[in-house]
């Protein structure tokens, strides 16, 4: 009789995932093995037949760049699904990268993190991609609960825990306590609606017309939440609106701070709006725990300092900021018995 080594029997089944379906990135973490993928949340595919021809990095390339055969989109808006069929597709492509292409013989359970104020109806859409994308079971926990746990926080006490979650789509801020959310903002507002403050600023003071793409490269190398005393100036090139040919403009740090004074004011009226619908006894706790920020939007210069001026409690950005929300994701899903009150109902 033949044995197999027992790591190759091993391998035959598939590990639960913790994923993060976020607007702007998708990240999978892998029991027993970390995080495994790290990708943008952008499809391409083939116009007449909807074969996937990249997902991720190569297909973010590919954006606003392809021909009238192949459609190159992100699947999610505003952290939920804009496009089911695409995002369903773009979740069995990472899968199957995740996997290396192998045949499992068991469906994996699955936990992703969805935004707070998500609908019943695009929790449903969440979960059926994921079953049809391959899983054998669909758990869901609020983003900002899932960063929290990422960031360290002892959301299992009986104190108050305050989260800052800005993702690429949703701003979250959340009071958590002994396992769950005590009270939860959250906004459509995120490092995408930044860049589409930026692309309008441009074009309405320039008249020049540049992508999403380009004004998330201004924001992470001149964007900022406070003026400092040294000017940063960036070169942008796009096309002119009165002559339709390409041109270059200098763009100062002054300028994006304005361009971005909108979407920043929402994000801070929000964490007022926490502030201001706490408990008092778990209003108390943050005036020595403070507030903790994640997601990729946390990283934008000197926000953590505004938002400290504003509210007059410490403020620190979580030390990978975003990766939280899988971080925290995976942890539940290594210890499911014990978070399981964590978990959306």
Known sequence: MKFWPASRFFGLFSNDLAIDLGTANTVIYVRNQGIVLDQ?????????????????????????????SITACRPMRDGVI?????????LRYFIREVHNNRKTLVRPRMIIGVPSGITQVERRAVEDSAKQAGAR??????EPMAAAIGAGLPVEDPAGNMIVDIGGGTTEVAIISLKDVVYCKSVRVGGDEMDRSIVQYVKRKYNLLIGERTAEVIKMNIGTAMLGEESKKFDVKG????????????LSDAEVFEALTEPISVILDAVRSALENAPPELSSDLVDRGIVMAGGGSLLRDLDILISKETGLPV??????????????????????????????
């Open 239 to 250: 096309r002119d609106l009165v002559t339709g040919v390409p041109k270059t403009v200098t």
């Open 40 to 68: 943008p949340s952008v499809v391409a595919v083939k116009y007449s037949t909807n074969e996937v021809l990249a997902a991720g990095d190569k297909a973010k390339m590919m954006l606003g760049k392809t021909p009238e």
């Open 316 to 345: 620190r950005v979580s030390e990978n900021p975003l990766l939280s929300v899988v971080v925290g994701a995976g942890k539940v899903i290594d210890e499911l018995d014990f978070f399981r009150d964590a978990l959306l109902k």
């Open 137 to 142: 079971e669909v758990y869901t926990i609020m």
């Open 82 to 90: 804009a496009n089911f069929e695409l995002t369903e597709s773009m």
